[in-house]
Each structure stands twice: as C-alpha cells, then as structure tokens.
C-alpha cells in the first residue's frame, strides 16, 4: 500500500515500510529508537531481511519525502544508537484524532511551510487509526479459519464456479496429460472429475446457472476470438450463444448470471478501440445490449457479479493488464443502471474476481494474495493472506461455501552448461540461486560477471544480484515494490533496468550495481513495461498497454517524450546486426525488423513461428535467438535455437517442463539459465468461514 503525503503542492510517494518507520518514531519521540527496534516493528523476527540496507533506505525516503536534510530538522541520526523523531509537536486528544479524513488528506499539507500543527495531527493520528481499523475489522463476523483441498490433479485447474446448493464445482483443466483445456465438474470432496467438453479449442471459465441445470463457458478460439457456449452440467448437447472478442490482457471473471438466470453478462471489446466493457445477453431470444458504458480512463471492464436481490453489480476496472479497481454499481428495475459506480476504497492494487456473501450485504474477492471483504460504502480490508497467488473465486446463493484457485509451489532458476559454442547441452540442469521464497527471470551480466533476477525472500519483489554461477546473492533493491520484472543489463554491465509497481501502474527504473540507486525513468499514467537497453545505451525499448495491445516504444534515458514505433512488445536489439527483434502477445512467434532504416517504417519479418508470449521468453546473440518453443494452451516444450543465416531452428534441451519467466545465456555462451514453475502449479481449495 502507498500513501501519498504534499510537499509545497508536490504530491510524493510514501510507501508502507517508511511510513511504519516515521510512526515508531513520533510515537517514541522524543526518545532515541535503535535499529533493532526499527527492524522489530517493521518485519517483525520471521522475515529476514537485510535491516541496515532496509532501514537506511527507509530514512532516506521520509526525508526525501519532507525536504528534510541529513542533518535532522526532522530525524536525527545518532551513530551506533539509532534515530529520532526532533520536529516540535503538540499533543492531540483521541476523539480528534478519530475524526481525521483519511490519512492522505491528514499528510496533504496545504501551505508552502513544512511543518503546521494540522500536519502534524495528521502524523500522530497513524497509531490512533490503526487501532479503529483494527475494530472496523473485529466488526466483521467473515474470517477464513481453514482451508481444504478440493482438486490435486495434475496439471492446472482454474476458474471455479460453484452449483447453487455448493456441493459441486465446475473448473477448466487440460487432463492428466496437460494437453486441451475442458471443462470438467467434481462433487466437493471426492477426488474423481467428469469431463464436460471435449472440444479440441480451449474450454474455459465455466459459470453455472443460477437453477443449476446448466453451464455457461468461453471456448477460445484463434486470436482474440471467442464463443460463449452452453452446455447441461453434465455434459450433452452445446449450444453457441454469440462470438465476443477478447484482448491477451483481459483477466478475471469473463461471465456472470443474472439472479434470475434468464441473461448473461459477458466482457468484449467494444468497437475499434480495443477497450473492453460488460455487456448482457438475452438467453431465450440472443438479443444483446451495453450495460456500461466504454470508460476512456481504462482499458476495460471484467469480473462481474450480481448480489443475490439483483440491486448492485460489482466488477472489475483495469487500468493496465495488472491493476485495477473494484466498482460496485447500483442497479434498478430491468437492471437498468443507476447513477456513477461506487470505487471501493482500500481494495489493493489488483481487485477481481468478486462474489456476494449469500444475505447480499457483503462482496470478497481477490487481491494476489489476498482474500479481501467489503461492503457497499466502506473500504477493504484483508480476510486471509496466503503465501501464494489466488487467480480464481468462486462462491453459491444457497449455501456459505467459498472456492479459490490457488497457484501451489515457487519458481526456480536452473543453469544449463553447454558446448560447441552453445549448440549443445553437456550434462543434466543443476539449480541456480535457489530459496524458498522462489525465483524468476534470469538474466547474466554482458561482461559475464553477474547473474541478476527477482526474488521474494524479503516479502516483495525486488531484484537481486549474484556471481555468474549463482553464489554470493544480495539484494540489489530496496523500493518494496509490488511487482517487478524483465531486468536487463545495459551495455558496460554497470546498470539494471526494471519495471515495477509502486504499488500500480508500471514505470521503468534503472538501479546501479555499484550503489543500489534506484531511478525512475518513466511517469507515464498508462505505464511501461518490459524494458530493454539499446545497444548504444541512449534510451530503452518499453511496451505499453493501449486499445487492447501491447505497443513498443523507445524512452531516452536522459528524459524526452517516448516515441511510438510499432506493435509488439519485448523488443531486443540483436548484438552485430542491426536487428530489433520482438513478440506479440496475442499472436505466435518472433519478429524482427531492421535497424538500418527507420524503425517504424521498417517492414515485420516473422522470423521464429513457434513461440508464445509469455513464458519461457528468447536471448538473441549474434548468430541466432535462443528461445523457448510453445505448445498448445501457450505451454513451452523445448529450448531452441534459430539460426539466423539457415533460417532453421534446432532443439537444445526438449521436454522441458512448465517453464517460467525468464531465458539466458552467457556471453561465451558456455551455459544458459531459465526459469521453471512448478508442475500441478494451481489447484482448488475450500476456504472454510467462520
């Protein structure tokens, strides 16, 4: 979580970790606090972390954040005994500081002076409305006591959605074998599934019918093509209700029954634009119309769930592939909509997947991690925090059971060593840099020193640095962001650039290996993604999300409008050949275009035909582009090597399992490092509430 305080109009950053650290020390104030008390109340004695780098880090950004100076007109550093809180105060009674606004509004200053009393109420108000929320949260009777395993197949199995008595779940999952995804029904503790379709497109998203009858699902066809589809709950005869385009970002709930099960709400895009809105189909007679209008401030609306009385709808609003916010919108007679949605406040940075409690007065739904609960007009709070990803919710009208989809295991990096030049794999994979917490995106340094990828040992995904072979790793940053990915090394090996989320939409930063200074290079409120150096070090490839696709662009380093090239993303400037290679998220394979000419008016050359966006990913060197082969679904099979002058691909490793994010491969090219997930990665389970 961030929150957001005002210095002289200037609206700054303040993340979770340094605003714990500025509460301990006012409340402690005029006391001197130590490190280790620092590090106690801010990751507790269960997390380790590194507490000096953490905490160093923690003090410059309050400072950063109130113009305050290292000589401490506001913190004073005492060496070898800690810090303390110096700003003059006064005190303030509890029935005041329970009446404050909302905390961002306590930290917005509105005068050119630093420090004013109401400010300062605002500071000392942190401890005091952390215990009304912790009432707020006693209130609630909903927490999650246990959870219950429903499926342990083999393979991935999502999308829940429960009958309306709740004894029975319906799922997509491709087989034992991994192979075509279907939909398939199992009664709630017994382990032996029915397959409902059988259809050789991928069957997903199952919603059943509020009567219980019947199955409504998506069947995925080429491209952005789908086909809502019905089918009885056991299985018989399909019926194709309509075809609805869907864009490779959209995630989350693709269709809900209305109470009465006589329509259904469905996500497509709307028109030329490639923004994405909900919409509700007639059953009987197939008649469709618009439920919400196309919003220009997002790329498109999912998620989408009924309470039970038919009043309120609460849905999904994505302002990128990876954040969004939770709406809950009035509806009245014939579900006809009723002023502007209400945005549920406190909801995280990526809300989907929304179910109402069965009395109609609450709304859970997920947040990553997070199983969160609200009600219509009060902010979130968290229910239950797991240690994996949730990516499915599901729950009935007539009864209190709930089901989540719940990814299982963490990845891990493994190094290949190769020879004959990197044209042969000379013994069995050995891991890299492995931990408990899991690890993704490889990617070794050009000079061949350094091994740089992301790990989550300290919480939050930062990015880590370690020798070539893994040894030695240290964390390189300490900005707690929410998510980060696609590091790549510049040039002369000095600078790693990244994406991440503070905590929402995605920016590019570059942090230096000699110091760990993080630089945010982008502010753009669309975002960017996927960064890459140019070769010459002068600016960056980024992707942006815009109408439903992924578009490159390049970004200077040295700041400057970014400049619109093509559609694609993950560009890669190719070493010695003046080649910009790339990927398209929703179609196979790997493009290139030439350097020699303008970029943009460059014609594609589809040069690899059997990749898939985004797992495995691709490394060029000046002969060919390493990459990882997908199958059906997307799934990668085989690292593979295209060569550049025979326009050929050879595999190098095949039967690769379940890769991850993440490909690369030495400068000398004598050993190459990838990233797997874990085999049965999502299963369904039952979150017991009490």
């Known amino acids: 979580m961030q929150h957001l305080v005002s210095h002289r109009g200037v609206r700054i950053n303040l993340q979770r970790q340094p605003l714990r650290v500025l509460e301990l020390l006012i409340t402690r104030a005029p006391e001197i606090v130590t490190r280790d008390e620092i590090r106690h109340h801010v990751w507790g004695d269960d997390v380790y972390v590194d507490a000096d780098q953490n ?46 606004p909302p905390l961002e509004q306590r930290l917005r200053s509105k005068s050119s002076t630093l420090w004013r009393p109401a400010a300062l109420v605002g500071l000392l108000a942190i401890g005091a409305t952390a215990g009304v929320w912790a009432w707020i949260q006693r209130r609630s009777p909903v927490a999650v006591v246990r959870i219950i395993p429903v499926t342990t197949y083999e393979g991935d199995e999502r999308e829940p959605s429960l009958s309306p008595d709740g004894r029975q779940v319906a799922f997509s999952w491709g087989g034992e074998r991994g192979g075509n995804r279907d939909v398939y029904v199992a009664i709630i503790g017994e382990q032996h599934p029915v397959r409902v379709t059988f259809d050789p497109d991928e069957d997903v998203h199952p919603e059943w019918s509020p009567d219980g009858r019947q199955i409504a699902f998506l069947r995925r066809r080429s491209g952005t093509l789908a086909d809502i589809m019905l089918v009885p709950a056991l299985g018989g005869p399909e019926t194709k209700l309509r075809e609805v385009r869907l864009s490779a970002w959209i995630s989350g709930r693709m269709l809900a029954w209305t109470p009465d099960g006589k329509q259904l709400c469905f996500t497509s895009e709307v028109g030329p634009s490639g923004h994405h809105t909900l919409f509700l189909l007639t059953i009987a007679s197939g008649a469709v119309k618009q439920l919400l209008p196309e919003e220009d401030n997002a790329i498109g609306d999912s998620s989408a769930s009924f309470s039970p009385d038919g009043k309120w709808l609460a849905f999904a609003r994505f302002e990128g592939a990876n954040n969004s916010d939770l709406l809950l919108q009035r509806l009245g007679r014939d579900l006809k909509v009723e002023g502007r949605p209400i945005v549920v406040k406190e909801a995280g940075v990526s809300p989907r ?62 190094t290949l060593p190769l020879t004959a030049n990197g044209m042969k794999v000379a013994s069995s994979p050995e891991p890299l840099a492995q931990s408990t917490a899991g690890e993704s995106s490889p990617r070794f340094s050009p000079d061949g020193r350094w091994l740089a990828f992301l790990s989550r040992r300290t919480g939050a995904t930062e990015v880590w640095l370690a020798n070539f072979d893994g040894s030695n790793p240290r964390q390189l940053t300490h900005a707690s962001f929410y998510a980060a990915g696609y590091v790549r090394w510049s040039a002369d090996s000095r600078y790693i650039a990244f994406q991440g989320r503070l905590p929402r939409t995605p920016q590019l930063y570059i942090v230096g290996i ?59 400037e190719v070493p010695g050949r003046k080649l910009l290679i790339y990927g398209k998220q929703d179609r196979p394979g790997i493009y290139g275009r030439s350097l020699t000419e303008d970029i943009a008016k460059s014609p594609e050359q589809l040069l690899v035909s059997d990749f898939r966006q985004p797992w495995g990913g691709f490394q060029p060197v000046p002969e060919g582009i390493y990459y990882v082969n997908g199958g059906s679904e997307g799934g990668p099979r085989a690292i593979r090597f295209y060569t550049f002058d025979t326009k050929t691909s050879v595999n190098l490793f095949p039967s690769l399992a379940e890769p991850g994010l993440g490909l690369t491969v030495m400068p000398d090219r004598s050993r190459l490092a990838y990233t797997t997930r874990p085999r049965g990665g999502e299963d369904l389970v039952e979150l017991e509430l009490h």
């Open 55 to 100: 905490i160093n880090f923690c003090i410059r950004q309050i400072r950063a954040a109130f113009g305050d100076s290292s000589e401490g007109s506001l913190i004073q550093t005492l060496p070898r005994l800690g810090y303390r809180f110096v700003a003059p105060f006064r005190d303030v009674a509890a029935t005041t500081v329970i009446s404050q």
């Open 514 to 572: 000699e110091n760990g200074t993080v630089r945010q290079i982008t502010f753009s409120p669309r975002g960017f993604m996927g960064p890459s150096w140019s070769l010459d070090g002068q600016f960056l490839y980024a992707d942006a999300l815009e109408g439903g696709n992924n578009r490159t662009y390049s970004v200077p380093i040295a700041g400057g409008v970014p400049r619109l090239l093509f559609e694609g993303d993950d560009a890669v």
């Open 353 to 414: 997947d929304p179910v109402w409690t069965p009395d109609g007065k609450r709304v859970l739904f997920l947040d990553r991690s997070r199983i969160m609960e609200t009600t219509v007009g009060q902010p979130a709070h968290t229910l239950y925090l797991s240690d994996s990803p949730f990516t499915g919710l599901a729950a009935s009208a007539g009864s209190a059971r709930l089901v989540a989809c719940r990814q299982n295991g963490r990845e891990q990096m493994w």
